[in-house]
């Protein structure tokens, strides 16, 4: 494998969403470093099989809402790979459905920490690594936002809803700041999504329950949505920045 394959960190990457931009990813020739906060065995499983397809990758645990384990994560990939070429800020949790009137502080404060402290603290650790203040050589960042932020998630979680309008300005301003830096910066929007995060939320029926009441009668495939970030991430949009790219069917 040589040195001067670009690399690809995926924040979140061992499931769903996460793991589609891993796979691609590494079809598209990026050594890839998957990271996972807890569940040890998917990560490892996804790494075997990007191996298998002999693409290179490895996995890398942290939880994005702890500061230490983000710079960590990055130290890691450093050591690994040497360099850091595209960075997905994946990582993302829902809760179980309440009104407002029904959130405990705790939980407003987890999904803010995990979602929005999260992403701004990985796309710092990135930014310190592709920019050329910081002696970096480029790079390009996708966040990933949600539907969520423009239809406000009522009586479901607005608190994920307001994490992911975070996320669309995260983009707008961090594009404009390192944009004469060789970082491009931009967001993919997805609406919903056929993976695990439902469940994680209490709602596993949720996709089958919502499908009729979507443009396309379906939801979209993690690969659906992955493809996006792998158009962002490339040369091929190498003037789109500070793009949120809506990738729902017309929702
Ligand atoms: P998912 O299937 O629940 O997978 C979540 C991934 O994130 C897993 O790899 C998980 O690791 C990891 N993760 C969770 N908390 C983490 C933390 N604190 N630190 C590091 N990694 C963490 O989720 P998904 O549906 O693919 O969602 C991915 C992103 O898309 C999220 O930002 C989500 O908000 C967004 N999104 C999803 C949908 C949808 O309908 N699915 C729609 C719009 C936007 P473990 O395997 O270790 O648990």
Do not use: K, M, N, V
């Given at each position: 494998m040589s040195d001067a394959q670009k690399v690809l960190l995926v924040t979140?990457?061992?499931?769903?969403i996460g793991a589609a931009i891993c796979r691609l990813g590494a079809e598209a020739g990026y050594r890839v470093a998957v990271n996972y906060a807890s569940n040890e065995n998917a990560a490892n499983a996804l790494v075997a099989e990007i191996k298998a397809a002999g693409g290179a990758a490895f996995a890398v645990k942290g939880d994005v809402g702890v500061e230490a384990d983000v710079v960590a994560m990055f130290e890691t990939v450093d050591r690994a790979f040497?360099?850091?070429?595209a960075f997905v800020n994946n990582a993302g949790i829902v809760d179980v459905k309440a009104r407002v009137d029904e959130m405990s502080g705790a939980r407003v404060e987890r999904m803010m920490r995990i979602n929005v402290v999260g992403s701004f603290l990985c796309a710092r650790e990135a930014v310190r690594r592709m920019s050329t203040r910081h002696g970096g050589k480029g790079g390009a960042i996708v966040n990933i936002s949600s539907a969520a932020a423009r239809l406000g998630a009522p009586g479901e979680y607005v608190d994920y809803a307001a994490s992911k309008g975070a996320i669309d300005t995260l983009t707008i301003g961090l594009a404009r700041e390192v944009v004469t830096e060789g970082v491009r910066v931009n967001a993919v929007s997805p609406g919903i999504?056929?993976?695990e995060i439902h469940a994680s939320g209490g709602q596993p029926d949720r996709v089958a329950r919502m499908q009729d009441l979507l443009p396309m009668k379906r939801a979209a495939t993690s690969d659906e949505v992955a493809s996006a970030v792998l158009y962002l991430l490339s040369?091929?949009?190498?003037?789109?920045?500070?793009a949120i790219l809506n990738v729902s069917g017309g929702r």
């Open positions: 979140g990457g061992s499931r769903g040497g360099r850091l070429d999504t056929d993976t040369d091929a949009a190498s003037y789109i920045t500070g």
